[in-house]
T-cell receptor
Framework: DAKTTQPTSMDCAEGRAANLPCNHS???????VYWYRQIHSQGPQYIIH???NNETNEMASLIITEDRKSSTLILPHATLRDTAVYYC?????????????FGAGTTVTVRA | EAGVAQSPRYKIIEKRQSVAFWCNPI?????LYWYQQILGQGPKLLIQ????????DSQLPKDRFSAERLKGVDSTLKIQPAKLEDSAVYLC??????????FGPGTRLTVT
């Protein structure tokens, strides 16, 4: 699976949009981009995933560039509860193989 | 829907002792995973089960770690004997045949 590069940490203001970048320049055509987050003392939580089109759900939006070498996770109105480590993962969808390879992620701190 | 359950939540043991962790996945989820998360790092996959068969255990230190999933439902991860470097959070996750993974709260192991 392709590797990803994320900033180590970032701050954002409560109520503002948080834009989390991820670089995956070696992504293959059949690899999806997944985002998970991990709030302190909890297990990781799925946020969103996409292949090439932009995606939106109740938690976030995922913007994937046309060349698919990078993506941005957008939390539209960050709250204090969004403080967490955010992981960007790329993986191939294989039958019976859905394992995730986590990097160090981005530590996001939402400040009042 | 009930989430992934894990027990115990915390465990402290001395090196060379044995320890076991239990996981009950979400009902109907065929795939079960065990991850190890060392402080400051992302989770690392130890083993993946599909029903009660092992799909991937390439990262499991088999000289001291073992895991089983009897009847394709609950799973147990055992460490025998424990080393200081085994201090970590052990996360269990489950997923349906396709789609995202759902993580439990983890078991924090401290080896002294």
């Amino acid at each position: 699976d392709a590797k990803t590069t994320q900033p180590t940490s970032m701050d954002c203001a409560e109520g503002r949009a948080a834009n989390l970048p991820c670089n995956h320049s070696t992504i293959s055509g059949n690899e999806y981009v997944y985002w998970y987050r991990q709030i302190h003392s909890q297990g990781p939580q799925y946020i969103i995933h996409g292949l090439k089109n932009n995606e939106t759900n109740e938690m976030a939006s995922l913007i994937i560039t046309e060349d698919r070498k990078s993506s941005t996770l957008i939390l539209p109105h960050a709250t204090l509860r969004d403080t967490a480590v955010y992981y960007c993962i790329v993986r191939v969808e294989r039958s019976n193989d859905y394992k995730l390879s986590f990097g160090a992620g981005t530590t996001v701190t939402v400040r009042a | 829907e009930a989430g992934v359950a894990q027990s115990p939540r915390y465990k402290i043991i001395e090196k060379r002792q044995s320890v076991a962790f239990w996981c009950n996945p979400i009902s109907g989820h065929a795939t079960l995973y065990w991850y190890q998360q060392i402080l400051g790092q992302g989770p690392k996959l130890l083993i993946q089960f599909q029903n009660n068969g092992v799909v991937d255990d390439s990262q499991l230190p088999k000289d001291r770690f073992s895991a089983e999933r009897l009847k394709g439902v609950d799973s147990t991860l055992k460490i025998q004997p424990a080393k200081l470097e085994d201090s970590a959070v052990y996360l269990c996750a489950s997923s349906p045949r396709s789609g995202e993974q759902y993580f439990g709260p983890g078991t924090r192991l401290t080896v002294t």
